[in-house]
C-alpha cells in the first residue's frame, strides 16, 4: 500500500465526505439559499438529489456550500478557459533599424513593413541607428520618425514618443 499523501490541486474544490466543517451554509441545485445546517444533513440531502456536496468558498463562517454535478462543473469550467485562451489575442513586438539617411526605396520598404505588422496587430518600434558622424544631426532621425508617422496609413497610436537611448533613436507605434 503507497504511503503517499493525497495532495490537492490549488483550483480542486473539497467535495463530499473532504469537507471538514460540521456546519455550512448549503445553497441547493437550483440556486436557493438553505441556510446554515450539519454537515450530515447536507450530504444527505445531496445524495438524495444525485449530486455532490461542493465547497464553493471554504474561507467564510461558516464555509459556503452547494449541491451540484461536480463532474459537469469541472467540464464547463475547462471549456470556459479553453474558450477564454482561445479568443487570447498576442502581440508581439517587431523592430524596424535604419540608418538616418534612409532614402528612396529603402523607406518605401521599411514603410510597407511598419503598415504590415500594424494591420497583423503587432506592435513596430521604429529605431534610428546612428554611427559616427551620423550622431551630429539627432534631428535628422527626429525628422525622419516624423515622416514615418505622417506616411503610415490607418488608425494608429504612438505606445512611446521619440526618445534617444545612447546611440539609437526609437519610437513605438501600435494599432
Same mark, same amino acid.
Request: hydrophobic share 35%; aromatic share 6%; net charge positive.
Given at each position: 500500500? /503507497?504511503?503517499?499523501?493525497? &495532495?490537492?490541486?490549488?483550483?480542486?474544490?473539497?467535495?463530499?465526505?473532504?469537507?471538514? !466543517? =460540521?456546519?455550512?451554509?448549503?445553497? /441547493?441545485?437550483?440556486?436557493?439559499?438553505?441556510? @446554515?445546517? =450539519?454537515?450530515?444533513?447536507?450530504?444527505?440531502?445531496? /445524495?438524495? !438529489?444525485?449530486?455532490?456536496?461542493v465547497e464553493i468558498s471554504p474561507n467564510l463562517e461558516p464555509p459556503v456550500c452547494k449541491i451540484m454535478d461536480y463532474g459537469r462543473f469541472k467540464f464547463e469550467?475547462?471549456?470556459?478557459?479553453?474558450? !477564454?485562451?482561445?479568443?487570447? @489575442?498576442?502581440?508581439?513586438?517587431?523592430?524596424?533599424?535604419?540608418?538616418?539617411?534612409?532614402?528612396?526605396?529603402?523607406?518605401? &520598404?521599411?514603410?510597407?513593413? !511598419?503598415? *504590415?505588422?500594424?494591420?497583423?496587430?503587432?506592435?513596430?518600434?521604429?529605431? &534610428?541607428?546612428f554611427k559616427g558622424r551620423d550622431l551630429q544631426f539627432k534631428q535628422k532621425g527626429y525628422d525622419l520618425l516624423q515622416k514615418f508617422k505622417a506616411d503610415l496609413?490607418?488608425?494608429?497610436?504612438?505606445?512611446?514618443?521619440?526618445?534617444?537611448?545612447? *546611440?539609437?533613436?526609437?519610437?513605438?507605434? =501600435?494599432?
Amino acid at each position: 500500500m /503507497d504511503n503517499k499523501k493525497f &495532495v490537492k490541486k490549488e483550483d480542486e474544490l473539497r467535495k463530499n465526505k473532504e469537507i471538514r !466543517a =460540521s456546519q455550512i451554509r448549503l445553497i /441547493d441545485e437550483n440556486g436557493e439559499n438553505i441556510g @446554515v445546517i =450539519s454537515l450530515s444533513q447536507a450530504l444527505s440531502m445531496a /445524495d438524495n !438529489a444525485g449530486l455532490d456536496l461542493v465547497e464553493i468558498s471554504p474561507n467564510l463562517e461558516p464555509p459556503v456550500c452547494k449541491i451540484m454535478d461536480y463532474g459537469r462543473f469541472k467540464f464547463e469550467k475547462q471549456k470556459k478557459k479553453q474558450e !477564454a485562451k482561445k479568443n487570447q @489575442v498576442i502581440t508581439k513586438l517587431k523592430e524596424l533599424t535604419f540608418g538616418p539617411s534612409i532614402e528612396g526605396e529603402g523607406y518605401e &520598404v521599411k514603410l510597407k513593413a !511598419a503598415q *504590415k505588422f500594424l494591420e497583423h496587430g503587432d506592435k513596430v518600434k521604429l529605431t &534610428v541607428r546612428f554611427k559616427g558622424r551620423d550622431l551630429q544631426f539627432k534631428q535628422k532621425g527626429y525628422d525622419l520618425l516624423q515622416k514615418f508617422k505622417a506616411d503610415l496609413q490607418g488608425n494608429f497610436k504612438i505606445e512611446k514618443e521619440p526618445l534617444m537611448e545612447g *546611440k539609437k533613436l526609437s519610437m513605438i507605434i =501600435s494599432q
